[in-house]
């Protein structure tokens, strides 16, 4: 498990939010309602799709824990917001990206080798800024050869 370390650019992102908890993971329920509206996005930069995860200061993963999760297209502005639709920027920031493989049975696992293994091994530790997957266009929801790159937010340990 060895990541590419890179910068990500300040980006504006449009697109829907929900609370979340691991022991309520309600990714169909967020994917659902943004899916079948995210043509009405005007400006997107690009066609990946956005999975951010907004995790509270001191967030220790616990399953009742709170956080945020977006469904999201990067923008080049904020000019026009479709109804019930939302706006966030990600300022930036040193990332780790781990390429995953897989679907979503093993993505759990993943992450906690990611966590449990490789950042406390690593010259990093993790900075308080949202965390996400790409969705390019490799990725297959619920295909085993799905891809997808997850970005964990980091910053040196002695920095």
Known sequence: MKP??????TTKFIGKSLPFTYSNYRAFELWS???????EIQNSVGTELYNIQINPIGFSFQPNEPFVKWAAVAVSNFDFIP???ENLEIEKGLYAVFNFIGNQSVAAAFFNQIYTQWLPNSEY???NRPQFEILGEKYRNNDPNSEEEIWI???LRNG
Not at 33 to 39: D, Y
């Open 4 to 9: 590419q370390i890179k910068t990500f650019p």
């Open 33 to 39: 309602s943004f899916n079948p509206r995210r043509k």
């Open 83 to 85: 109804d019930e639709m």
């Open 125 to 127: 530790k993790l900075d």
């Open 153 to 155: 937010p980091i910053k």
